[in-house]
């Protein structure tokens, strides 16, 4: 277990041990850590979650197809003690450990926290399989590694949820992670990383799908790489969901730059009377 006083020799050493673990589960290197944290800390965060209005969020997800009632919120406007863990989780003590962990040298942090942050999920939510996006254009970083850590009590099995870890090849789920509290998931961020929770969520009222997500870089990008957006990926028993519409909106995102693509989702959020502030942070 990790707590705010474990210094850089311990977690160094913490993460070596995981190594061979991380390096050789299947379909590609990840690693589930239960118990991660203090508890205690981990259940204020929690209550911070829980307690977030949902008007602060800096990001929603309603693509019908893809990802359904998803909202991310910054950590400041969580709260005190949510902002406290991802700097922890952000700091060079940590980082270290994510390196030994892993054995990808040289990982940096996103203090834009571009779609990370907080994430919470609604009854009804999913995710679609899917490849993450590669490159920080911000930064101009190569992204190397997710950190999902997990803040639901009391998860029932019915609820769905679950993070499905496929295999590109056979395009079949390998490994599937239910998100219950003070569980860590640590995966390496490749063209063959296909995860997410395809089926909807069935919470009660009032209960949502919480987690901490924190992506890590390397300076390593080079400018022939194809830069692509998330690329979701659809199973045969899924291929009900493929739409031309979806197509073209992957298309249109790929091939416009992103001050228009901006500009348009302004528009929409304009007409739909949401909140529009936070796509030029992005």
């Known amino acids: 277990m990790i707590n705010y006083l474990s210094d850089k020799p311990t977690l160094e ?14 379909p590609w290197p990840h690693i ?14 929690r209550r911070e979650a829980a307690a977030v209005k949902r008007s602060e969020y800096y990001e929603k997800f309603v693509d019908r197809k893809t990802d359904h009632n998803k909202y991310a919120f910054a950590p400041d406007v969580v709260g ?21 962990l892993t054995g990808i040298s040289g ?9 990370g942050g907080l994430h919470k999920i609604q009854a009804g939510g999913y995710l679609e399989i899917h490849t993450d996006f590669n490159h920080l254009r911000r930064y101009n970083l190569e992204r190397r590694l997710n950190l999902l850590l997990y803040l639901n009590k009391d998860w029932n099995s019915a609820y769905n949820g ?7 090849s056979s395009m079949s789920q390998v490994t ?17 990383s296909l995860h997410g929770h395809p089926l909807p969520l069935a919470t009660p009222r009032g209960t949502e799908r919480m987690s901490i997500a ?15 957006s998330t690329l979701f990926h659809i ?48």
């Open 32 to 45: 589930v850590i239960d118990d991660f944290i203090d508890p205690e800390v981990l259940d204020q965060v």
């Open 80 to 100: 005190q003690e949510t902002s406290r863990l991802i700097n922890f989780l952000n700091s060079g003590a940590f980082v270290q450990y994510l390196e030994k």
């Open 162 to 168: 679950n993070l499905e870890l496929w295999d590109r």
């Open 107 to 115: 990982l940096l942090t996103d203090p834009s926290y571009f779609g």
């Open 13 to 26: 050493s913490e993460g070596q041990k995981l190594s061979a673990t991380y390096a050789q589960n299947k």
């Open 176 to 192: 599937a992670v239910p998100p219950i509290f003070n569980r860590c998931v640590v995966f390496s961020t490749t063209n063959e």
């Open 214 to 228: 924190l992506y890590y870089y390397t300076n390593t990008w080079k400018t022939e790489e194809k830069v692509h």
């Open 235 to 282: 199973s045969q028993d899924n291929k009900v969901r493929i739409r031309p519409s979806r197509v073209y909106r992957s298309v249109v995102r790929t091939l416009m730059p992103p001050i228009f693509r901006n500009s348009l989702r302004a528009v929409k959020q304009l007409v739909r009377g949401e909140k529009v502030s936070s796509i030029w942070e992005r």
